[in-house]
């Protein structure tokens, strides 16, 4: 039996058929199911919600693929986990975002973006996640993402929250080949 640090994974000949599905849903998409949803499995309804948050988020939302890892980025660095810091680096860079601007997120400086929808992500996740905002803030992060884009972010944001506590939680190490 493998595990996810304090996790044994449930073997596959041991999956219900609703597990089943969600497992072989991914695997015929990505080859694999990622380390979060191993242990999601667990409740197969939500392990199925949470894989249709999450290819709405990263796939059918209205923010581009740079834009969804700054937020990311910007949930593993106030979440302190090493897990998403480690697996999105790469995935950070390869949506484009600048390994300066990945460190910048991920140390918690502000990266100083020139797009404004970017910046605007950045000033949103950050708001959010501090539990703070002001007006012009506000106004800004309004203006340029609108309220579908405030609400993906805080989605974004809650999502990988949920996969931050759950790894934090079962004490799953980084990905070795993504740190």
């Known amino acids: 039996m493998t595990s996810l640090g304090r996790f044994e994974e449930i073997p ?6 609703e597990q089943a599905a ?3 849903a991914f695997v015929n998409r990505r080859g694999t199911v990622p380390a979060p949803f ?11 919600r949470l894989m ?13 693929a740079a834009e969804v890892e700054i937020a990311v980025l910007a949930a593993a660095r106030k979440l302190e986990s090493k897990f998403v810091q480690a697996a999105h680096r790469k995935i950070a860079a390869n949506a484009g975002l600048p390994p300066a601007v990945i460190e910048a997120i991920l140390v ?7 797009d404004a929808r970017q910046r605007a992500v950045f000033r949103c996740a950050t708001a959010m996640l501090n539990a703070r905002q002001d007006d012009a803030t506000f106004g800004e992060v309004a203006s340029v993402l609108g309220h579908n884009g405030i609400v993906e972010v805080a989605a974004i944001l809650g999502f990988y929250g949920t996969c931050a506590y759950t790894l934090g939680f079962y004490e799953v190490p980084p990905p070795v080949s993504a740190s």
């Open 12 to 17: 596959v000949k041991k999956l219900s058929p």
């Open 22 to 24: 969600v497992s072989e």
């Open 38 to 48: 191993r242990i999601f499995l667990s409740s197969a309804p939500l392990a199925a």
């Open 52 to 64: 249709a948050l999450s290819d709405h988020i990263l796939r059918g939302g209205q923010l581009s």
């Open 108 to 114: 918690g400086t502000d990266p100083g973006f020139s």
